[in-house]
């Protein structure tokens, strides 16, 4: 059973996904509702914005569905320019 889902800060959660390999997906919310996609794997949750490698301007803000390849899906914010973009994010070996 998964609880307590929550960032740092924040104040609510969403689970939006679950993985046949026990991985959760989501989104949590501060007191502002400001939201970013999380990502729930072996007891331990973490914001999807600090695994993202390279650079990109886009704030990960849903995470919506994960495939067997542990391919996540979801909505993207550009603060640059207020447009919103669909992402793919592709899990890198370790």
Sequence with gaps: MVQNL???????????????????????????????????????????????????PLFLQTACSINALGEIDGIAFDPATGEFHAYLATPVPN
């Design 6 to 56: 929550l960032l740092p800060g924040d104040s609510y959660s969403v689970a939006t996904a679950i993985s046949e390999c026990d991985i959760v997906l989501g989104v949590s919310i501060d007191a502002n509702f400001n939201i970013r996609a999380f990502i729930w794997q072996l007891g331990h949750m973490r914001d999807l914005n600090n695994l993202v490698s390279g650079s990109t």
